[in-house]
């Protein structure tokens, strides 16, 4: 079978190569039709172990199939198709689509890796395929592309620290060969390393400073790749969870969402959403029941299709008005209903409304740190919401703060008086995938089951999982309520409180000045060095040049020592050159240290 | 029967030695025809060891037939095959670079035949006082060949030299004498098996005492070295090359020799002062040789001190007696031979064509003379120790065996010597190719007189340098002939090719450290 001998990636860089040099209108095709028949042959693979080359003398595994890969591979593809069908109807160039293309197909080289060796060759190719996608566009995004360059950087580097630290605890960078990242040092390396990928708190401030500055149309390939290998590759290294994980996941959704509200600028607010969801996945990942983990996967096959449809929308807003703030911005649901309709199809699914994907999704990891961790109990369970996990607060807050941005990044855009310009609505190159992605929210809302068919561990989750039953639908109610009154009633301090800084403030400024201060004090000590090492060359090559007169000069300085010169004027000298007497003394000497030394 | 090659090694060159002064009325040409017929000989004489030694032989020849211990016995092992191997190419190389160089007297080669003799002598001689015996040959004849250029300073140097050679062949004599009141035998294998069980006894500590002073003052090891620069600058430059390569080299040999096979490594370990008095020593001559050499302005002292930085590392390499740093000893030994005798013939090449004596006289002569200034480049940083080459081999096995005893000041010390030789070859290379165009001299006008092939066909006295116009410089090379640059060049390629020769010296050596390590 074709499936089976030609890894994903193959097609899609063929394709990126085509795009690169090919007329735009040919490359954007072969993109689409490289990345659909991607999605479709991950469908059909069956699953197995391909292309097991040895590399470097090292076995390696270029092409595994399981259900985790498989369903990255299907969304991957899918959506990569939608996002070139749409680059295409959005003027971006063959170049840009090239670069988007590679970042696709390394990312599928990524998540069909059998080995830590393929996964990381591919990582770091990853990290630098978007990075030349996001400095394509030119102007601030080159600054924003630098540093997103530098975190994936150092994330990249940490990641090959624990691959060679795994490789030399197991003897095989094989995934077969171990369950997970094992030793003391290397979960950690790995752990901090990938964080930057899915943007822990602290490690994600490349995210909402890349993905807003480049074309809309990257925005959306950006929105779906990094962060959702990060999160296949978290479950790579720790398939059986880990509880700080769990916890990091649960504080990133409230952390990304918090700051989402806060935001004014349309694609900075939805990257922040980005580490909220993120947030909801890697606490699937930590919390490692087999559920949990279905859920996470669910959640990162979810999240890809409304998060891409959320961007498309916005990217038509900003591509018909050429506005970013949703202060500027009001009333555009008369003028632009299609694209309402896609904004509202990706938020319901976003927030969790019921009959949407998101919901299902979401609800598994929630129903999982409801019923799984007890660790932080808080409250006694006698009390009504008593007795739930701090892990379950969070990702329920996280819900409550995805409503209330969703509601206020909708409210401002499309209602918020009445539209004061009169844009056209999405062109029908836009609306097709924006529609389909948000029809396809929808399908995998209402008939969940089907999304089971494509998640790993089908029959675990059909078989402990009900997605509609009345507490589920009362939460996602009760989450939508909430977030309804706490947008109204916070709406004006919110709208105030926009200037409250993230850590970036501080250390963007803290990595500038100290990488400065760092290489100022490498150079300007080794230049000091360089400096005395000269001054003491050419003074020995001065002395040694002359060493009679130097020597002469010397002891005229010496108190007590009188010397004259030879011939009244000119330069004194003092004969330096050992005499026969002088060596035979020294000869004497040496002698006489060796005899005693040896006799006494 | 390739245990006559022994004899004749050394019989050969010293009975040649008095055809030049016989075959003087033959003609002025006579006496370099004998050097060339016996060098060549030598030449072969060494193959047959060499080869016979690599074969896993050990080669032992009682002359006259009186056997050991009262005879006197020649032995060619894997410590002295490389030796002999080295003195017969470079006496061969050495007389073919004098056909054109001069100098011409008869009287020059035999002096000639002399130290070729007296040099085998040392290297294959198994008896402690015989070796004595072609020590003083070997001094005595090159005496005489630093004091062959007639000038006023060489004729000091050469007296220099005599006063202190001839006190470190005595304190060597007495070294013996101490050693043979205490055994009674002279054999050195006879003799180490004797001195087992007395290493401590005072007469025996004095002996070695005696032998390293004398034997290091003879190979010219900080501070007992003052001879060898005046020696070295001097002396003619056909003569420097020749004894910059071997005389010093014989002399280290023999000090490997009365370590490892006169005392062994038992001495050592009864004595573990004489080997730490012998690595300072050497230690120190490393790196005040090295310095020394830096700031030398002219090239045949420079050349000349950073012999004594080498020597240093040769002596530790002896002293630290393991089996990784006696390789690179040997290796060294032979390598330097040919690297400094290389360096000394293409100084001297540099100083007959444009008069260049000092660091600054080489101001941008890579351009002008392409092929000797390169053959200059490649042996020096051969010297360095930069791969392919044998000078790296021997800094490496030496630098291995000091790491491997857990030596670590002399493994430092080998990295700062590289250092050190780094920084006075390189200040010949920076003025060779990158000194700036205002700082070389003027291009001197090529001289009627001064025809590359040959001479002329007139009874010469001697040394007409011809590229020195003021006169002063009686030692420059008579002329410069392309047979000259040829050997120059042989030198270097020889030198790299060693390079590659790891392999070849381990299993030359193998045996012998298998004896010495047993």
């Given amino acids: ?600 | 029967m390739t245990d006559v090659a022994l004899p004749l090694l050394i019989a050969v060159p010293i009975l040649a030695a008095v055809a030049p002064l016989f075959s003087s009325v033959l003609g002025f040409r006579a006496g370099w025809y004998a050097a060339a017929v016996t060098t060549a000989i030598e030449v072969g004489l060494a193959a047959v060891v060499l080869a016979a030694v690599y074969g896993g032989d050990r080669l032992v020849h009682p002359v006259g037939g009186y056997p050991a211990p009262y005879g006197i016995e020649l032995v060619g092992d894997g410590l002295s095959a490389p030796i002999v191997a080295l003195i017969a190419a470079v006496s061969l190389g050495v007389v073919a670079f004098a056909y054109t160089g001069g100098p011409r007297r008869n009287s020059f080669y035999s002096a000639y035949l002399l130290l070729v003799g007296g040099l085998m002598g040392v290297s294959i001689t198994g008896d402690l006082f015989n070796m004595f015996v072609f020590l003083e040959i070997t001094g005595l004849a090159t005496y005489a060949l630093v004091a062959a250029d007639r000038s006023d300073r060489s004729a000091v140097a050469a007296l220099k030299y005599l006063i202190l050679g001839t006190m470190g062949a005595s304190f060597f004599i007495i070294g013996v004498g101490y050693a043979f009141i205490s055994t009674g035998t002279l054999n050195m294998v006879d003799l180490s098996a004797r001195l087992a069980g007395s290493y401590t006894a005072r007469p025996v500590l004095a002996s070695f005492g005696f032998m390293i002073v004398g034997l290091g003052l003879k190979a010219a090891v900080f501070p007992l070295h003052t001879w060898q620069p005046d020696a070295y600058t001097y002396a003619s430059d056909t003569v420097t090359t020749y004894i910059s390569a071997l005389v010093s080299t014989v002399a280290a040999y023999a000090i490997a020799r009365v370590i490892l096979t006169v005392f062994t490594l038992a001495f050592f370990e009864a004595a573990p002062l004489a080997r730490w008095a012998v690595l300072t020593f050497a230690t120190v001559s490393v790196l005040a040789g090295g310095v020394l050499a830096v700031v030398q302005t002219e090239i045949k002292r420079m050349l000349a001190y950073s012999s004594v930085s080498q020597f240093g590392l040769v002596v530790a390499a002896f002293a630290l007696a393991t089996p990784d740093a006696v390789l690179g000893g040997v290796v060294h030994l032979v390598g330097h031979g040919l690297m400094k005798g290389g360096l000394f013939a293409a100084a001297a090449i540099l100083a007959a064509t444009h008069g260049a004596r000092t660091v600054d006289d080489y101001a941008r002569l890579g351009y002008r003379s392409p092929v000797v200034a390169g053959t200059l480049a490649v042996l020096g940083l051969a010297l360095v120790g930069i791969p392919p080459s044998i000078g790296f081999l021997g800094k490496y096995y030496i630098a291995v065996g000091a790491v491997r005893a857990g030596v670590w000041p002399v493994a430092i010390v080998v990295f700062f010597s590289t250092l050190l030789t780094l920084a006075y070859v390189a200040r010949l290379l920076e003025r060779l190719y990158f000194a700036d165009p205002d700082a070389a001299a003027p291009v001197p006008e090529p001289s009627p007189d001064a025809p590359v092939a040959d001479g002329g066909e007139t009874e010469d006295t001697d040394h007409a340098g011809p590229a020195s116009g003021d006169g002063g410089d009686t030692r420059t090379v008579r002329a410069v002939s392309s047979g000259m640059v040829l050997v120059t060049v042989l030198a270097a390629v020889v030198v790299v090719a060693l390079g590659f020769a790891a392999p070849v010296f381990e299993t030359l050596v193998e045996a012998f450290l298998g004896g010495v390590f047993s």
Wanted: aromatic fraction near 12%; charged fraction near 10%; include cysteine.
């Fill in chain 1, 1 to 600: 079978m074709v499936t089976e001998t030609i890894p994903p990636f193959v097609p899609v860089l063929f394709a990126a190569i085509v795009a690169a040099v090919a007329p735009r209108k040919v490359g954007h095709g072969i993109g689409f039709l490289a990345t659909a028949a991607v999605a479709v042959g991950s469908l059909l693979v069956p699953a197995g172990t391909y292309l097991t080359p040895r590399l470097f003398g090292f076995e390696t595994v270029l092409y595994q199939v399981d259900d985790f890969s498989r369903m990255m591979g299907i969304i991957f593809g899918l959506i990569g198709a939608a996002a070139v069908l749409y680059a295409y109807s959005s003027e971006a160039d063959g170049t840009q689509t090239a670069a988007a293309l590679g970042y696709v197909g390394t990312s599928l080289g990524a998540v069909f890796a059998g080995d830590w060796l393929t996964l990381v060759f591919f990582w770091e190719l990853m990290a630098v395929t978007s990075t030349l996608l996001v400095w394509h566009y030119g102007g601030r995004a080159v600054r924003t592309g630098f540093r997103y360059a530098l975190a994936h950087g150092i994330g990249g580097s940490l990641v090959l620290a624990a691959v060679i630290w795994q490789y030399a605890a197991t003897g095989s960078f094989l995934f077969s060969a171990a369950a997970g990242v094992v030793g003391p040092i290397a979960p950690a390396l790995m752990a901090i390393g990938i964080g930057v990928n899915v943007g822990f708190i602290g490690l994600h401030t490349w995210l909402p400073d890349t993905y807003p500055s480049p074309h809309i149309a990257a925005s959306v390939f950006l929105c779906v790749y990094t962060t959702k290998t990060g999160v296949y590759a978290m479950f790579r290294a720790f398939p059986d969870g880990h509880l700080w994980i769990a916890y990091m996941g649960g504080a990133m959704a409230v952390f990304g969402a918090s700051m989402a509200l806060l935001q004014e600028d349309m694609r900075r607010l939805l990257s922040y959403h980005i580490i909220s969801q993120v947030g909801y996945m890697v606490a699937g990942v930590g919390i490692g029941t087999t559920l949990a983990t279905a859920g996470a996967f669910g959640h990162v096959f979810n999240h890809i299709l409304y998060k891409a449809l959320l961007f498309m929308s916005v990217g038509v807003v900003i591509y018909r008005t050429g506005i970013e703030d949703i202060t500027e911005l009001g009333g555009l649901w008369r003028v632009m209903p299609l694209t309402f309709v896609s904004y509202l199809f990706g938020a319901a699914a976003i927030s969790g409304v019921p009959g949407f994907n998101g919901f299902v999704s979401k609800g598994i990891i929630i129903a999982e740190a409801h019923k799984s961790v007890k660790n932080v109990v808080i409250g006694p369970e006698s009390v009504p919401l008593g007795g739930e996990d701090l892990l379950w607060w969070l990702l329920i807050v996280g819900g409550v703060g995805t409503f209330m941005s969703f509601i206020k990044l909708g409210y401002y855009v499309f209602f918020h008086g009445s539209a004061s310009i009169d844009p056209e609505d999405a062109r029908i190159g836009q609306s097709v995938p924006m529609l389909s992605v948000g029809a396809l929210c929808l399908v995998f809302g209402l008939l969940p089951g089907v999304l089971f068919e494509v998640l790993p561990n089908t029959a675990e989750i059909a078989e402990k999982y009900t997605t509609y039953t009345v507490p589920h639908v009362i939460e996602g109610v009760a989450l939508g309520t909430a977030g309804f009154i706490g947008f109204f009633a916070l709406k004006g301090p919110l709208s105030r409180a926009t200037w409250i800084p993230d850590v970036d403030r501080v250390i963007n400024p803290t990595v500038f000045y100290g990488g400065r201060v760092l290489v100022r004090a490498v150079t300007e000590s080794w230049a000091a060095v360089d400096r005395a090492v000269v001054a003491v060359a050419s003074s020995s090559l001065r002395v040694g040049a002359n060493p009679q007169r130097y020597a002469f000069e010397g002891a005229r300085r010496l108190p007590g020592v009188a010397v004259e010169r030879a011939d009244g004027d000119g330069d004194g000298e003092i004969d330096l050159r050992t005499s026969t007497g002088t060596g035979v003394l020294l000869v004497v000497l040496s002698l006489a240290t060796v005899l005693a030394v040896l006799l006494l």
